[in-house]
Every structure is written in C-alpha cells, then in structure tokens.
C-alpha cells in the first residue's frame, strides 16, 4: 500500500496562496485527490487527477485551485490562489482505486485506498 506525506500547509491572509505537496512512498497508476476537512464539517473532495492528468474540481474552487503530479507522478500539488476564509481546513492527499477520475463518485472517499496524514491551511480575513 502507497504511504503519502502531506506538507505546505500554513496560515496566510485571505487573497494569498499556498502549494500543497504530497510526496508518494511509490508509484502507482491511480487516479490522486484532493480532500479537505473543516472543524465540525465533512471531509469534501476539493479536486482529482487521473493517470492522463485529466483534472476535475469542487465547485467551490474552480479557478483559484489547481492539482498537478510531478513528471515521475511521485509528488501530488495542489496550488491554492485567492484563498478565503473558508478554504481554512486540514487538507488530505488521497490515493485512488481508479486510473479516471469518474465523474459520479470522483468526490466519494469510496473512490480512495490510502490518505496522507493531512496539513493546515489557515486564512484569515
């Protein structure tokens, strides 16, 4: 089973930006996520990508979040821009079960096998 390792996190002012990494113990050719967990919240699906580097995203960051894998796909990003106040959460890495991010259940936690440890990200207003 794949070992992830979250790192990046921090805390910023709301309009700042920040890159997660996410270093796997191996490759693997799944599909790689995104989640991300507020106090007293859900975990929520923030973004995936697949073993064709096809992205999709939550709603809620389309536009100021983009995922990407280094060229060895050993290392999972998630660069943040324009953060608020309610992207402050612990953000998890996820390896997946599928090589496609599929469209019905990508945001599902069932589509994932492994999880990182998770980093904090903190905004302030």
């Known amino acids: 089973q794949v070992q992830l390792g979250e790192s990046g996190g921090g805390s910023v002012e709301a309009g700042g930006s920040l890159r997660l990494s996410c270093v796997l113990s191996k490759y693997i050719e799944k599909s790689m996520g995104w989640f991300r967990q507020a106090p007293g919240k859900e975990r929520e699906a923030v973004a995936c990508?697949?073993?064709?580097?096809?992205?999709r995203y939550a709603e809620s960051v389309k536009g100021r979040f983009t995922i990407s894998q280094n060229n060895a796909k050993t290392t999972l990003y998630l660069e943040m821009n324009s953060l608020k106040p309610e992207d402050t959460a612990m953000y998890y890495c996820?390896?997946?079960?599928?090589?496609?991010?599929?469209?019905?259940?990508?945001?599902?936690?069932?589509?994932?096998?492994?999880w990182g440890q998770g980093t904090q990200v903190t905004v302030s207003s």
């Open positions: 990508i697949d073993i064709q580097r096809a992205t």
């Open positions: 996820a390896a997946g079960i599928y090589i496609a991010c599929y469209s019905d259940s990508w945001s599902g936690q069932q589509d994932y096998s492994s």
